[in-house]
């Protein structure tokens, strides 16, 4: 399987259309509260005028999607809080489960999420949902490989070391937000370019 590279944290049309120019393959959109949270409609508008193929994530964090999928219609669910599995399952579409470890205990409750199209991996910090911009040991997304669902690396990554991420892990696919930012919820376009291009050359 081909790698798949998310950029997430999008807040504005113009990193919006940056990212896909530079070759992302999804755009996240945050819908919990952080620096890079925008809401249905913000997102809605965005997603109105980007170009076809690029698969679009909605990222909310122990909320109920389904007021913000009527209006906003993104193509994917990453749930990123505590949401049980029966809450993943109930959704009946897409959803991505992502988990903040930092050992591999933190990896037993990938067991029952059987129903999510894929495992979101993340650094933990305590009190923070994501965007941290810290890692985890790259060592548990090779591991977290027995579940048998494609795996995400994200947490930390950058320009500069997400190719040895790749080459390490070998995921399904690489999710980044603030390693290439300017500011919070302002992405860099050389940032934006030098990660892509680094994720797809380790491929």
Sequence with gaps: MSLRVKI???????DALAAAEAGADALGFVFAPSPRQVTAEQAAAIIRELPPFITT???VVDQDPRPILEACPVDVVQFHGAESPE??????RRALKAFRVRETADLEPLAEYGSASAFLLDAYVPG??????HRFPWSLAVEAKRFGKPVIVAGGLTPDN????????????????????AAPG????????????????AR
Excluded: M, Q, W, Y
């Excluded at 809450?87 to 009946?92: D, E």
């Excluded at 997400?162 to 930012?181: I, K, L, R, Y």
């Excluded at 376009?189 to 994720?199: N, P, V």
């Design 8 to 14: 997430c944290g999008i807040t504005n049309l113009d």
């Design 128 to 133: 923070v949902a994501g965007g941290t911009g």
């Design 57 to 59: 994530v909605g990222l």
């Design 87 to 92: 809450r993943v399952r109930a959704l009946g």
């Design 162 to 181: 997400v190719a040895h991420c790749v080459d390490t892990t070998n995921p399904a696919g690489v999710d980044v937000s603030t390693g290439v930012e």
């Design 186 to 201: 302002k992405k860099d376009r050389a940032k934006l370019r030098d990660f892509i291009a680094a994720a797809r050359a």
